[in-house]
């Protein structure tokens, strides 16, 4: 299956390309918006800053063409993010708005960010052949708490939104890439989601 991956500045691109092609994914790797928007199926990588990634995505108008596309969206790590409504996350700034809800900062007695392996409650096509309680690995400071379009869900200072699907948008807090086999049958299952 034909996979489009967005090269942002901000993501660890590389590697993610990697895992899409141990998975089974035909890449295509851009940051053109045309084709962009005439891709079959889309992977918004993102890392760090929230305020960085969606100022790049609004910049090269590749913010406007995932509002706009129907094509399956697959978010991972600050690209779950990303398709928010809104990200608390130094001030507040607007999102893709693809998923409603928030992104807000982790807050309690664990250290913040959260960095390593967590346990996922999981459900839905894209946890197809992975056990619920199945560990990914995260790095994260922010993350949604009790999203309505929520698949998954992880506790860290709490429980929040691992994985969201909202129709043909899919979105993962954790690092697919680094998630051994669970997180390639992940990619797996969005690669091949009808």
Same mark, same amino acid.
């Given at each position: 299956?034909?996979?489009?991956? !967005? ?10 390309? @990697? #895992? +899409? @092609?141990?998975? %089974?994914?035909?890449?295509?790797? =851009?940051?053109?918006?045309?084709? !962009? ?8 990588? %993102?890392? %760090? ?6 100022? *790049? +995505? /609004? /910049?090269?108008? !590749? #913010? ?5 596309? =129907?094509?399956? +969206?697959?978010?991972?790590? &600050? ?9 608390? /996350?130094?001030?507040?700034? $607007?999102?893709?708005? +693809? &998923?409603?809800?928030?992104? &807000? ?9 959260? !960095? %390593? *392996?967590? $346990?996922? =409650? ?22 949604? @708490?009790? #999203?309505t379009s929520e ?11 691992? #994985?969201?699907?909202?129709?043909? &948008? ?6 697919? /890439? ?6 390639? $049958?992940?990619? @797996?299952?969005?690669?091949? *989601?009808?």
């Open positions: 299956m034909n996979v489009t991956l !967005i090269d942002s500045p901000v993501a660890n691109t590389a590697n993610i390309a @990697r #895992a +899409l @092609r141990a998975a %089974g994914a035909e890449l295509h790797i =851009t940051n053109d918006p045309g084709e !962009i928007a005439s891709a079959k199926k889309l992977v918004l990588p %993102g890392v %760090g800053s929230f305020i960085a990634a969606m100022r *790049w +995505l /609004e /910049e090269t108008r !590749i #913010a406007d063409v995932l509002r706009k596309t =129907t094509a399956p +969206l697959l978010g991972i790590c &600050v690209g779950h993010q990303l398709l928010f409504d809104v990200s608390h /996350e130094m001030g507040t700034t $607007r999102g893709l708005g +693809l &998923v409603r809800g928030a992104i &807000v900062k982790f807050d309690g007695p664990l250290p913040v960010p959260q !960095i %390593g *392996w967590n $346990r996922v =409650t999981c459900r839905g096509p894209l946890f197809d052949g992975v056990a619920s309680g199945s560990a990914f690995y995260f790095v994260n400071s922010y993350a949604a @708490r009790g #999203a698949i998954a869900r992880a506790d860290y200072n709490g429980p929040f939104t691992a #994985a969201v699907q909202s129709g043909r &948008v899919f979105g993962v807090q954790f690092h697919p /890439e680094k998630s051994s086999t669970a997180g390639l $049958r992940v990619l @797996r299952n969005f690669i091949t *989601w009808k």
